[in-house]
């Protein structure tokens, strides 16, 4: 249903997407109605003439189609009336999908999806090749339809809630990085979650690339029908990009050193790889992503470098939701930490944060719902009750001696305190200056 003109549609979730998936609409000639189970008071709503409604299954009557923002489950019981009255549903990506010009590059995965994603564009727009980067980041997908142009890459993130709703979504470069368990509170089961991920690969042909991890078993067994191309850490890849005697090596010639990328963490050398391939079947030259990694600043909330106070480090990975994010940002570190763990559990298992932990920790600074269940299953190392991040600041502030770092990797969703992660990231960074930790 792409001629969306005298349509009735209504859009779930009036978030940053749900507005922009409302005003795409609205210049595709549709009529919308809003639903939202909150208040809305978003002014653009009311002047482009768009009511707002409860969630309600009885708002779907006579609609023609139905978009969910991301952050609505797709087994909401509103979307379930729909499909019931024989309404399609589909998510805001799919939407942008249908008014995107040029090319995308998608790209998914439990973590680094954010870095590889800014990395990604940013190699791209060094390069003088026409980009715009957004997603699950920063622009959402629907508002990138009107800025996109022929001959242009669409960069995107993209999250499993993002993929779950496509139908005809088609990434021309589609990159998986890692799969590991997250959002089990709203996928229920790790096979749904995967499932939802590998939806990035549905649509391939094979003039498509399929950019995937060979040493993450499950990414390496995405089905599709695109021209497959590795990333490993590990082993060498034919075609590709891999680490040889400390060496990034791509499609077969030399690239860079590991010790050149500037992010810390071995992870970040993998979310620079896969960044390298995606940059290279795009048209970049291996001088040119070289030079673009070099001079990358990096992502705010993830290791992000917030300052240091007599003597102590402090940095903010509020970007770690989950366990094995958390555990990738204690990997970057070689001891005295004091972390900051907790808020919203996704039906986490954080027993593995324990041996990572074990002999290179100092505390445990535990904030939000989770904090209980996380010292059930963190038992015998020190840890602190401290139920808010503003408590945990001042206990890390007042116990860390010169060597030690502070990391707010919490290993959890934000939303039992915060808006969202980027709230929790900032509202960290405030604190500790508030105490005069300085860059």
């Known amino acids: 249903m792409r001629e969306l003109r005298g349509k009735l549609v209504a859009v779930v979730g009036m978030a940053k997407s749900g507005i922009a998936a409302v005003e795409l609409l609205i210049g595709q000639g549709a009529r919308v ?3 939202d189970q909150k208040p809305v008071t978003d002014a653009r709503l009311a002047a482009w003439g768009v009511a707002v409604s409860p969630q309600d299954p009885v708002a779907v009557s006579g609609i023609d189609l139905m978009v969910l923002s991301p952050g609505v489950p797709a087994d909401a019981d509103v979307a379930q009336a729909a499909r019931r009255a024989g309404v399609p549903v589909i998510g805001d990506l799919e939407l942008a999908s249908w008014f995107l010009q040029g090319s995308t590059i998608g790209i998914t995965g439990a973590n680094g999806k954010t870095t590889t994603t800014a990395m990604t564009g940013h190699i791209l727009q060094s390069a003088g090749i026409p980009a715009q980067v957004g997603g699950n980041i920063g622009t959402p997908p ?3 339809a ?3 142009r022929p001959g242009q890459w669409n960069v995107l993130e993209l999250s499993s809630f993002q993929l779950e709703t496509t139908e005809t979504f088609r990434a021309h470069i589609g990159a998986a990085l890692n799969v590991t368990p997250d959002h089990l509170d709203r996928h229920y089961t790790f096979e749904n979650y995967a499932a939802a991920k590998g939806k990035l690969f549905t649509n391939q042909t094979a003039e498509d690339f399929a950019v995937l991890n060979a040493d993450d078993a499950l990414t390496r067994s995405y ?3 695109a021209q497959v191309h590795f990333f490993s850490a590990l082993a060498p890849v034919q075609r590709g990009a891999f680490v040889r005697d400390g060496q990034i090596i791509l499609d077969g010639e030399p690239l860079m050193q590991t010790a050149e990328v500037p992010l810390r963490g071995a992870h970040n050398v993998e979310n620079t790889m896969a960044a390298a391939v995606m940059a290279k ?12 990694v070099m001079s990358f600043p990096g992502v705010e909330h993830r290791i992000e470098f ?7 480090a402090w940095y903010n990975d509020s970007k770690a939701t989950n366990v094995d994010a958390a555990l990738k940002a204690i990997a970057a570190f070689e001891g005295g930490l004091w972390i900051i763990l907790g808020g919203k559990d996704k039906d986490s298992d954080y027993a593995p944060l324990a041996d990572a932990l074990r002999g290179k920790v100092r505390g445990v600074l535990l904030i939000g719902a989770a904090a209980q269940k996380i010292a059930r299953q963190l038992a015998g190392l020190p840890l602190h009750q401290c139920g808010t991040l503003d408590a945990a600041v001042r206990e890390a502030g007042a116990r860390a001696h010169t060597g030690d770092t502070v990391l707010l990797a919490p290993a959890c969703a934000s939303f039992d305190q915060f808006d969202g992660y980027e709230h929790r990231g900032r509202e960290f960074k405030r604190l500790a200056a508030a105490l005069g930790v300085r860059v």
Not at 281 to 291: E, H, K, S, T, V
Not at 306 to 312: E, S
Request: proline share 0%.
């Open 146 to 148: 009107a800025t996109s």
């Open 306 to 312: 917030a300052g240091t106070l007599n003597g102590v």
């Open 33 to 35: 109605i809003a639903l």
């Open 142 to 144: 629907c508002q990138m």
């Open 281 to 292: 079947l795009a048209g970049a030259g291996n001088a040119q992503i070289r030079a673009a």
């Open 223 to 225: 089905s599709t029908a």
